[in-house]
Nanobody, 119 residues
Framework: QLQLVESGGGLTQPGGSLRLSCSASGFTLDYYGIGWFRQAPGKEREEISCISSSGDTTNYADSVKGRFTISRDNAKNTVYLQMNSLKPEDTAVYYC????????????WGQGTQVTVSS
């Protein structure tokens, strides 16, 4: 069974940090660009970051630029999203998605992990 699994979400205070992980089972992530998306209550899902299959290219939404860092460890078949200086508006369910290239359609989705930023 091919699937992505996110982990690392939780509750943190404003200004805090979390690191999300996106791991794959049943297939290797080596050939896929991986995007991180989030969906807040009542809002559409938005893409916030993507990393190319090689890891050479990364991009970020303006809302997270300078605070979040995407990286990958193909040996561990895992992609990470380091989130620093978290704000209440970062509260959302975070998903990872695998696609052949960062601007392409997502072929595989994870089930999501909840991130809540609140004092």
């Amino acid at each position: 069974q091919l699937q992505l699994v996110e982990s690392g979400g939780g509750l943190t205070q404003p200004g805090g940090s979390l690191r999300l992980s996106c791991s794959a089972s049943g297939f290797t992530l080596d050939y896929y660009g991986i995007g991180w998306f989030r969906q807040a209550p009542g809002k559409e899902r938005e893409e916030i970051s993507c990393i190319s299959s090689s890891g050479d290219t990364t991009n970020y939404a303006d809302s997270v630029k300078g605070r979040f860092t995407i990286s990958r460890d193909n040996a561990k078949n895992t992609v990470y999203l380091q989130m620093n200086s978290l704000k209440p508006e970062d509260t959302a369910v975070y998903y990872c998605g695998a696609r052949y290239y960062c601007s392409g359609p997502v072929g595989y989705w994870g089930q999501g992990t909840q991130v809540t930023v609140s004092s």
